[in-house]
């Protein structure tokens, strides 16, 4: 707590606009929220990870469930589908399995979680899940060390249909959705009627140092690989498709093992995609060796801000760093935290 209130004093004082204050804090609670292991006895309103079990905690301390300890490894990831699904949770574990809870609002067991899904069809560890935007529905993207990606999507029947197909040789260790806005949907909005569709697409990182971008193609109904992006010398550990409310650019950053962070721009929908390293050499201390482009250790995860401006970075050094494009399309650092 006194670092976060450290953080904002110092930040309030850089920053003017109370906007940019807010995307700061998200981003940053965000990429701390994946980088370390929650407590739920001293972080309220959050979900932790814990040894083979899941754990949900509300607004008092005392009102904390134990999902379950189905999992038969560690859970490494969880994540809340949208509100308007419900109270809807995702968890992946060591364990090769993904299992999705939802809350009981009613009855004798209301707050209690329960099972609604269980999906074992992966034969390695399962390192990240991700829910699509909901304006696709209820959809969720799985990576795991065997090498697969899977989409499991939620059917107007009330049945889970789960796709699985090859991701990375080597293994996968994340997903990010696009969002469903189309780019440039802002600037050039359609004539009544004709607008498009949201379509389906998201990106994965693996330990082929490559970043794959995957489409749904509607009439064969199967995931196809769209695009290879190619810049990182080892393992990419994480991936983030910005948030778009319509801008003709779209973001995606990437971390990876090789200490490196990559800004990929993709300024029409035609337009090629273009990586640009950021650059933490000024903001570190002297007595620290650092090449251009490369952070002190292992760099674990990106997280980007609801407005999509401000990138939150984790690195293995405990520091989280918060990234923000200026006017020049240069990337600079905005404000870094201890952990």
Known sequence: ML????????????LSSTTMENDLLRALLTALSKFSVLSTASRPS???????????S?????????????HTGPVWQVAWAHPKFGNILASCSYDGQVIIWREQTQGPSAGSWTK??????????VNSVSWAPHELGAILACASSDGKLSVLTFKDDGQWVADIFNGHAIG????????????????????????????????SAGCDNLVKIWSFREDTQTWVEEETLEGHGDWVRDVAWAPNIGLPRSYIATA??????????????????????????????????SMTGKFPDVVWRVSWSLAGNILAVSCGDGKVTLWKENLKSSWECVSDVNS
């Open 3 to 14: 670092m976060l209130m450290s953080f904002l004093s110092r930040t309030s004082t850089t």
């Open 46 to 56: 959050l979900v932790g990870r814990h040894s083979k079990g899941v754990c949900a």
């Open 58 to 70: 509300g607004l008092a301390e005392t009102n904390a469930h134990m999902l379950s300890s189905s």
């Open 116 to 125: 609604i899904k269980e999906h074992s069809l992966h034969t390695a560890s």
């Open 172 to 203: 996968c260790n994340a997903v990010s959705w696009a969002p469903a806005t189309h780019p440039g949907s802002l600037i050039h909005p359609h004539q009544p009627g004709t607008v498009p569709a949201p379509f389906k697409r998201f990106a």
């Open 256 to 289: 990876s093992q090789d200490k490196s962070v990559l800004i990929w721009t993709k300024d029409t929908p035609t337009a090629p995609w273009v990586k640009t390293a950021l650059d933490p050499s000024p903001t570190l201390s002297q007595n620290m060796v």
